[in-house]
């Protein structure tokens, strides 16, 4: 076992050059051959090469046309196969859908991921208007509920890298931007077990989230609600927290948590 794990460290440079091209997709759905050469700082053969066998595997498509590259059906199959057998997402999609008829707002399930969120599942409220999170979106840790639930549960040496000096950025004029403050509200959450976020990521947006256990007790994920703040006020937040607080030890306990 000892020798397979330190065969696992020895990564394969080539592999690594080929997921940072994929990684590039991530904010941009087309890219030509020269926006991917000046996003991953490759050589344009380089680039080429990876990006013809990415083709010709279909995880990537490219049109004539445009003399574009996009994201290409393999991943589409290969992500399905992933919600398929991830028993969290699973478990989570009912109480997500619970969550929405219960409010009416926009449910997430959230996981670290690095120095960041992704949002490994959602359910779109029923409003009309409403504030909308995307599947695989990757977000900030030190803002929005969500994040400061994984945030407030993370290692330490998790918690000192994201609040190292110069990385918490003001997106609002609410963002917690002195580690000092956001090492109180750190321990707060971890102290209350929910999360609320009044505009802190998105001006005039409210959520509210609270950690996940798994069967270790570890905090696996945050399960919230988002929504515009003008609908979520006063009783009705206090009412929402207490929710979505229940619904989050709801899915720890099909996790397999164990209170007490």
Avoid at 79 to 87: Q, R, S
Avoid at 109 to 132: I, N, Q, W
Avoid at 172 to 189: D, M, P, V
């Amino acid at each position: 076992m000892s020798e397979r794990t330190k065969e696992m460290f020895r990564h394969v440079e080539v592999v690594l050059k080929a997921l940072d091209l994929l990684d590039c997709f991530e904010k941009h759905p087309a890219l030509t051959l020269k926006d991917l050469v000046s996003l991953t700082r490759m050589t344009r053969g380089r680039v080429t090469r990876l990006a013809g066998t990415l083709e010709s595997r279909g995880y990537l498509l490219f049109a004539p046309e445009s003399k574009e590259f996009r994201l290409g059906p393999r991943l589409l199959t290969l992500g399905k196969a992933f919600e398929t057998h991830n028993t969290m997402i699973l478990l989570a999609r009912p109480i997500l859908k619970e969550l929405v008829r219960l409010t009416g707002e926009h449910s997430s399930l959230y996981v670290l991921d690095g120095l960041a969120r992704v949002a490994l599942a959602r359910e779109k409220g029923t409003h009309e208007v409403s504030y909308s999170v995307a599947e695989g979106q990757r977000m900030e840790l030190y803002a929005g509920a969500g994040g400061k639930v994984l945030l407030a549960f993370a290692p330490p040496e998790t918690q000192r890298r994201v609040m190292a000096r110069g990385s918490l950025k003001e997106l609002t004029s609410k963002t917690i931007i002195a580690a000092r403050s956001l090492r109180r509200e750190l321990e707060r959450i971890h102290s209350t077990g929910y999360a609320v976020s009044d505009g802190e990521r998105v001006a005039e947006v409210w959520s509210a989230a609270a950690p996940v256990f798994d069967h270790t007790h570890r905090v696996c994920a945050a399960i919230g609600i988002t929504g515009p703040r003008y609908r979520i006020q006063g009783q009705v937040q206090s009412k929402y927290i207490a929710q979505v607080v229940e619904k989050a030890r709801e899915l720890s306990l099909r996790l397999g948590w164990q209170e007490g």
